[in-house]
């Protein structure tokens, strides 16, 4: 029997939203649900290590979240901003499928460009999921994901107020990111929010404690950000994404792993839960 989207509704006071991260990051609060005696614990993420055991291996994804909010302006002088999703791979240029408000008013065709003329982009196609196609243009010949590192915006949650400062983008560019994400592979629309409050001192702490890490890398997309406008969870279309996972990381998942395997949020489990449902068999020992 389908599943009707209301019942998920909850109601969510705006002032328990916190609008800024905690001053350390492994200060935010961490909820400990113990399923044996059906009980919740409250603790400082800096708890972690006491609920591990040596041996124990942490699956984490790696990728670095690009500022992909870029905003420009039509040839009328109307504002847009495009959220860059994913690269098309197309021999056209550097063309990426991306989302561009006000989608009605950029049919294809239709052209935008940064104020002081850092790019340009053309609409070349459009989904009915929203998305479009567009080609972009930089008076040097650099890609847009140059563009972006320069000018573009951190893509917080819309709950997230912020007020558009040059102090703003740079604390949101630094705290909006993993302390292991591998920055040379900006391929996330969105941080992997579960691993923004390990710190290198926590993460030295575990690898004493005999606590092992293995790396995902999930290509963060556009569900992320995609709401819900379906009466059923069955009708919400669920849209694809890439993810990668090392040689090391496949061999991790299957015994003789002494410990326990433990995912570090959402991104993790969906990457490895479809590459277990795909692949039964352990990779071949290295040899």
Not at 195 to 211: K, M, N, Q, S, Y
Request: aromatic share 6%; proline share 9%; charged share 20%.
């Amino acid at each position: 029997m389908p599943l009707a989207t209301d019942l998920f509704d909850y109601a969510l006071p705006p002032h328990l939203i916190a609008q800024t991260p905690a001053a350390r990051r492994d200060q935010s609060r961490l909820l400990v649900v113990d399923r044996a005696t059906r009980t919740v614990a409250h603790h400082a993420f800096a708890d972690l290590p006491q609920f591990l055991r040596p041996g124990d291996t942490l699956f984490r994804n790696n990728a670095a979240v690009l500022p992909a909010r870029l905003h420009a302006q039509r040839p009328t002088g109307g504002q847009v901003e495009c959220l860059l999703l994913r690269p098309d791979g197309s021999p056209a240029g550097d063309v990426w499928w991306c989302l561009v408000r006000p989608g009605k008013k950029l049919p294809v065709g239709a052209t935008f460009a940064h104020a002081d003329g850092a790019f340009r982009g053309e609409v070349l196609a459009k989904q009915d999921d929203g998305t479009a196609l567009v080609r972009f243009t930089t008076p040097a010949g650099e890609p847009i994901t140059a563009v972006a590192n320069r000018l573009g915006d951190v893509p917080l949650p819309p709950y997230i107020e912020r007020h558009g400062t040059a102090a703003e983008r740079v604390a949101d560019l630094e705290r909006y990111q993993t302390v292991y994400a591998d920055r040379a592979r900006q391929v996330a629309a969105a941080a992997p929010t579960a691993g923004l409050h390990f710190t290198p001192e926590l993460l030295a702490r575990l690898t004493a404690d005999d606590i092992h890490t293995a790396e995902v890398t999930l290509h963060v997309g556009l569900g992320t950000f995609q709401p819900i406008a379906t009466a059923t969870i069955e009708a919400h279309p669920i849209h694809r994404e890439i993810y990668e996972l090392p040689i090391a990381t496949q061999r991790a998942l299957f015994p003789p792993l002494a410990g326990r395997r433990i995912a570090v949020g959402t991104t993790t489990v969906r990457s490895v839960e479809d590459y277990l449902a795909k692949h039964a068999i352990r990779p071949a020992a290295p040899g």
